[in-house]
């Protein structure tokens, strides 16, 4: 498995080669449609995150190796290819790692001041979501 940094470094790579910003939104739609089925049962306002413009749902578990499993979806097309970035730089990661990451992607393929204000807000809510989770099974795992 890659580490944080270097899926950061592919995004980077990726986005580097759609210079046109209509093929980078074409691009990010199409990544959200990778995103695995979110079951209608769970989006619930639990697992909704404040914050969003769009409706976006995320929710977690810890594995049997300490790594955090999230599930994620929006109602929103651009705004759930921004969770499935999200979700490929995180998914799968030790509470430390996501805690000690740094999300530079966001910035470095232009997507923060590409966003709407209330769709940044969006994306910082939705890293905060994410990183309060990963806080939960830090202190669950040293208690």
């Given at each position: 498995?890659?580490?944080?940094?270097?899926?950061?470094?592919?995004?980077?790579?990726?986005?580097?080669?759609?210079?046109?910003?209509?093929?980078?939104y074409a691009y990010i739609i199409d990544l959200g449609n990778t995103l695995p089925e979110y079951?209608?049962?769970?989006?619930?306002?639990?697992?909704?995150?404040?914050?969003?413009?769009?409706?976006?749902?995320?929710?977690?578990?810890?594995?049997?190796?300490?790594?955090?499993?999230?599930?994620?979806?929006?109602?929103?097309?651009?705004?759930?290819?921004?969770?499935?970035?999200?979700?490929?730089?995180?998914?799968?990661?030790?509470?430390?790692?996501?805690?000690?990451?740094?999300?530079?992607?966001?910035?470095?393929?232009?997507?923060?001041?590409?966003?709407?204000?209330?769709?940044?807000?969006?994306?910082?809510?939705?890293?905060?979501?994410?990183?309060?989770?990963?806080?939960?099974?830090?202190?669950l795992q040293q208690a």
């Open positions: 498995m890659s580490t944080i940094n270097e899926t950061q470094d592919e995004i980077i790579e990726e986005f580097e080669g759609l210079t046109d910003w209509m093929d980078r079951p209608e049962s769970e989006k619930t306002p639990a697992n909704l995150i404040e914050g969003c413009q769009s409706r976006v749902w995320i929710d977690a578990k810890l594995d049997a190796e300490g790594r955090i499993d999230f599930r994620a979806d929006s109602d929103a097309l651009i705004v759930k290819g921004i969770v499935a970035l999200l979700m490929r730089v995180l998914d799968h990661r030790t509470p430390d790692e996501i805690l000690d990451a740094d999300l530079y992607f966001i910035d470095r393929i232009g997507l923060s001041e590409h966003l709407s204000p209330t769709r940044s807000n969006g994306l910082v809510a939705m890293v905060r979501q994410i990183r309060d989770y990963a806080r939960a099974f830090k202190a």
